[in-house]
Every structure is written in C-alpha cells, then in structure tokens.
Nanobody
Framework: QVQLVDSGGGLVQPGGSLRLSCAAS????????MNWYRQASGKQRELVAT???????NYLDSVKGRFTISRDNAKKSVYLQMNSLKPEDTAVYYC?????????WGKGTLVTVSS
C-alpha cells in the first residue's frame, strides 16, 4: 500500500513558475513509476509527465521544455517543476504511483494560471 500526498499548487500569473511535490509512504517507493496527471474542468484526465524507477522521463508534448519531473528516492518524493506557465495549464494535478497491477493516487492540487 502506498499513500500519496501532493502539494504545491496555487494561483500564478502567466509566465510564472510552480513546483509541485508528492510525498509517498511505503518501503518500495523506488520500484514505482511515478506520474503526474492533470484534469481541467470539463476535460478528461491526461498524463503530463512520467519518471520510471530507472529515472527515464517522458512528457506530454504541450509541456515539453517547460515542465521537469524528478524524484528523490531517499525522500520518497516526486516533483514537477513547471515553468512558463500558461492559462491552459490550469487544472487539478494528481500524483500517481504505478507498479502494475497496482496504482495509487494523491488527492490532487489545484493549479490556476491567470492574470
């Protein structure tokens, strides 16, 4: 069992930056692929960024070059550094831990990009 607590959301102006954090419980954090998803109002949840247990990363095309996912296995944490934020990045962001067939979710943190 893994419990995830995601945080770091807030209101930011276009062009600004935020850093999301996700703290995990459990002793096998390093084995999990960690993901950040987002869900905008009225839209389906989409995968934003992935970091595998080996440290490989992958990004949604619309955030490439602006967002960076990282993990610290010693702290059982994953981060999403978001730069050059745009209004279309506004959404609830969810941390996800996946080790097939297991998948765990945080409760989400709201990011609002608005002037």
């Amino acid at each position: 069992q893994v419990q995830l607590v995601d945080s770091g959301g807030g209101l930011v102006q276009p062009g600004g930056s935020l850093r999301l954090s996700c703290a995990a419980s459990g002793s096998t954090f390093s084995l999990y692929a960690m993901n950040w998803y987002r869900q905008a109002s009225g839209k389906q949840r989409e995968l934003v960024a992935t970091i595998t247990s080996g440290g490989s990363t992958n990004y949604l095309d619309s955030v490439k070059g602006r967002f960076t996912i990282s993990r610290d296995n010693a702290k059982k944490s994953v981060y999403l550094q978001m730069n050059s934020l745009k209004p279309e990045d506004t959404a609830v962001y969810y941390c996800n831990a996946k080790l097939t067939p297991m998948s765990y979710w945080g409760k989400g943190t709201l990011v609002t990009v608005s002037s």
